[in-house]
């Protein structure tokens, strides 16, 4: 099966994805030089799915408990050839059930991201392995002389606008960023 010419670079993975289509899709991205450069899914494609060649992952909303976030931006730096970088984008009704780890990930401001995330399995990052390019707050912190690495350097440029909503448990949409070399 092939990709229709329009939809060579995007495609969509879920649960009702025709079992043809998933085969094309695991194909293209495993392929070094592949058609296909974005993937839209569900966590249809987080489960028992390995994808080499990817180095980003975009979660709309945030999963309930730590263990999903794990199992979903784990799908970026299997090859562990480049850098895989995750970014967490939601606004506050995405938040409203989540566990205790996941709301201290997503509240967080002030302390590092990989750390958090370890610390809910127990362990213990090795943050001087990584330095600015551990995560967004490493990099707001960093003394080192390599320039201007307080800027967190994501390879998405956007504006997230305001939200306003009654019905919302916070006033604008968030973005938490994580990057690593898994």
């Not at 092939?2 to 495993?30: A, C, F, G, R, W």
């Not at 967190?152 to 916070?170: A, G, I, N």
């Amino acid at each position: 099966m092939e990709l229709k010419d329009d939809i060579q670079y995007l495609h969509m993975y879920h649960s009702k994805t025709p079992d043809p289509v998933k085969e094309t899709i695991k194909l293209e991205m495993n392929k070094p030089n592949g058609k296909l450069r974005i993937l839209i899914a569900t966590s249809a494609a987080g489960m028992g799915v390995n994808f080499s060649n990817l180095n980003q992952v975009i979660n709309y909303g945030p999963p309930k408990d730590m263990d999903s976030f794990v199992q979903q931006i784990g799908r970026a730096g299997r090859d562990t050839s480049t850098t895989a970088m995750a970014l967490l984008v939601y606004n506050g009704r995405q938040c409203r059930n989540l566990d205790e780890d996941m709301k201290l990930y997503i509240n967080n401001d002030s302390n590092c991201r990989r750390e958090i995330l370890l610390r809910s399995y127990n362990a213990r990052p090795n943050n001087e392995r990584y330095g600015h390019a551990c995560c967004d707050i490493c990099a707001k912190d960093c003394k080192c002389d390599k320039g201007d690495c307080n800027s967190f350097d994501h390879p998405y440029d956007f504006h997230v606008d305001d939200y306003d909503d009654e019905t919302s448990s916070s006033e604008s949409d968030t973005q938490s960023e994580l990057s690593s070399d898994y």
